[in-house]
């Protein structure tokens, strides 16, 4: 099983909701990504877990917040998001915390309105 | 900070071979090289990786020079489902602390094929 599964496939939210983006991999990968891709521009890494803990973090809002509750699953809390969050959601996975092969899930597309 | 530069756009028609160009000046000495193809609304795929000199797989060839301060993806024979934008990374093979450099996507290119 190479494959990277991310729910929900869209969603729409309000700039007072609470929602979260999930995302699984079953290739006993260890680190584990967060990206956001707007619309023509490359993706941009949010956060990284090496090990089931908080090894990179951009410089991201506080409105996004990730959760790593076991080594193939990964969340990102979503609250108090503003229109310019909409974009594509990336998760990836990597054998390692390593510069290598990351295997790229099919993204959430969030909307904020 | 290794920086990439690569061309915003490339043409080219069915069954030719494309070859896209990396700068990368500031290349360090343990970085890798990686290219990476996405389509509209999904997520990239790794296509290959390299050090040095060529590295060739099933999909494509990764041609390094000495100085290795440019790579050159090569798509043999393309066809319409080529066309996508192609990204080149350069990091380390191992994150060390300094930084996300390799993670970093640059702007990309996107090649379109046409008949």
């Known amino acids: 099983d190479t494959e990277v599964t991310q729910t929900p496939k869209h969603l729409v939210m309000g700039m007072t909701n609470k929602k979260s983006l999930k995302c699984e991999q079953h290739?006993?990968?260890?680190?584990m990504y967060w990206y956001k891709q707007k619309a023509k521009k490359p993706p941009e890494l949010m956060f990284v877990?090496?090990?089931?803990?908080?090894?990179i973090n951009e410089s991201v809002p506080s409105r996004f917040s990730p959760e790593c509750p076991n080594s193939s699953l990964l969340n990102l809390h979503l609250h108090a998001l503003q229109p310019e969050d909409s974009a594509l959601y990336l998760c990836?996975?990597?054998?390692?915390?390593?510069?290598?092969?990351?295997?790229f899930g099919p993204g959430t597309r969030l909307t904020v309105t | 900070l290794a920086k990439t530069t690569q061309p915003i756009s490339m043409d080219s028609y069915e069954g030719q071979e494309v070859n896209i160009t990396c700068s990368h000046n500031n290349i360090a000495t343990n970085d890798y090289i990686t290219w990476y193809q996405q389509f509209p609304s999904q997520g990239p795929r790794f296509i290959i990786q390299g050090y040095k000199t060529k590295v060739t797989n099933e999909v494509a060839s990764l041609f390094i020079p000495a100085d290795r301060k440019s790579s050159t993806l090569s798509l043999p024979r393309v066809s319409l489902s080529d066309t996508a934008v192609y990204y080149c990374?350069?990091?380390?093979?191992?994150?060390?602390?300094?930084?996300?450099?390799?993670?970093?996507f640059g702007k990309g290119t996107h090649l379109i094929i046409q008949p």
């Open positions: 290739m006993g990968h260890r680190a």
């Open positions: 877990y090496s090990y089931e803990k908080l090894s």
């Open positions: 990374l350069v990091g380390d093979i191992m994150y060390s602390g300094g930084g996300a450099d390799g993670l970093t």
């Open positions: 990836a996975s990597s054998h390692e915390l390593e510069v290598n092969e990351q295997y």
